[in-house]
């Protein structure tokens, strides 16, 4: 464990961007191997909007990532945040603990307030908008919501007082485990299920993305699913019943265009039409 956290400390700019595209590549040709849904359209013609994403995101949060350095050297200089207030523990132990809490701060929390405050909503809906979800929908991301995940990590880094090792590791687990349960593959019921009491599963993250509350408002975790089930915003749904999309923002033509999802925050907010029948 400490070799891997050694190797963060310093991972290259080179092998970060091989995690990123070796993550979309593995899964994209999964994909065609065990999908789940075999959907009608023209995979790179959907993975274009979704890679320029990809590229907003990179962009937003290269020259950010000086401040996320700054933060964690300070924290370790001060033995400052809850992994070092806590009492010595075994090395693995600690990169566990942190691992989960950046996870509750910068994914699960960021998530949740962004359902839940209706103009930060309206940027994360460019990110539901896909009507074919598949690996590239998880870097789809309008640029200010590249942001706004940021001042969660970094207030996550602040407030957990993690060293940089441990955050690189972080960030590269959250750009795989994304890409997985966004992946449009088929894994056995069983298998997934079993997944999903410990980290978030296709079939777990596939209902945030049904189109109709109350499910668009639950699974909100990305690296590990039990913040849904202690916060009680875990829902399950049939997998072969889901239809991807917003049901207010619905024109998937329209949905397709780069132009049109750059505008897509400010548009008037519309409420949620209804709910459907919750499932456990």
Known sequence: MEEIIKYFESIPPLHRSLILVGGITFFW??????PLFRFKYKKWKHALPNFFFTLTTIIVNFPLAYLLLKTSDWTIANDFGIINWLPQMPFWLYVVL???LLDF????????????????????????TDHNVDTTTANRHHPLESVIRYLFTLFGVFIVGAPIGLIMLYQSLSVVLSQFNHANIQLPRAVDKALSYIIVSPDMHKVHHHYKLPYTDS??????SFWDRLFGTFLSFDRDK???GVDTFFNEEEN????????QPFHKY??????????N
């Not at 040709?29 to 065990?34: D, K």
């Not at 519309?270 to 499932?279: M, V």
């Open 105 to 128: 701060i910068g994914a699960y929390m960021a998530h949740l307030v962004e359902h839940k405050v209706k103009p930060l909503w309206m940027i994360h809906l460019v990110h539901h």
């Open 98 to 100: 942190g691992l989960m």
């Open 270 to 279: 519309k409420k949620p039409t209804g709910y459907e029948e919750i499932t």
């Open 242 to 244: 889901i239809v991807y």
């Open 29 to 34: 040709v999964l994909e065609g191997i065990l």
């Open 219 to 224: 699974n909100y975790g990305n690296i590990f």
């Open 256 to 263: 397709g265009k780069i132009g049109v999802l750059l505008k």
